[in-house]
């Protein structure tokens, strides 16, 4: 008899706890997002101050897709929005990311080594900004990337 109460009591668990994990995944994605968003200095049409708000569901912002399996932010497309500001250490926080384009923008200053965290990454778009200082070493280390677009910028190095 106990062993039979024993995977019935662990359906029961999973079941409770399976909601929660879904939505701790994607409010993790989303305060990343917001963390960035808090970043923007400039944001011409007004695209981030209007669209990016916490009423609206992540999948549904702008700029954001979100893969059907897990629901989870894996394309963050901010191209030719014409924003200016930095790129803060919480992007490194969107684990299921494999695209991130950020070109023709006037984001500024280092990027964050956080950024390593991002393990699927597959496309980097950095061009046409205003980055500076040394090229990070660490953009080789992601081990699915296929394309790294940084051409435009101010770094520095080889």
Request: glycine share 6%; proline share 6%; charged share 10%.
């Amino acid at each position: 008899m106990k062993l039979f109460l024993f995977p019935v009591f662990l359906l029961s668990f999973i079941h409770t706890i399976s909601p929660s994990l879904a939505i701790t995944n994607i409010t993790t994605d989303q305060s990343a997002l917001l963390a960035l968003k808090a970043q923007i200095t400039h944001d011409p049409q007004n695209i981030l101050s209007t669209n990016w708000s916490t009423s609206t569901p992540v999948c549904n912002w702008v700029g954001v897709t979100c893969g059907l399996r897990h629901h989870r932010v894996t394309v963050l497309k901010l191209s030719y929005f014409g924003l200016t500001g930095t790129i803060p250490p919480h992007l490194g926080n969107l684990s299921f990311l494999t695209q991130l384009r950020f070109r023709n923008n006037s984001f500024y200053g280092s990027l964050p080594i956080e950024l390593t965290h991002l393990r699927r990454l597959k496309f980097i778009s950095f061009g046409y900004n205003d980055f500076t200082g040394e090229i990070p070493s660490w953009l080789c280390s992601f081990p699915k990337l296929e394309s790294l677009f940084q051409y435009g910028n101010q770094f520095s190095g080889s």
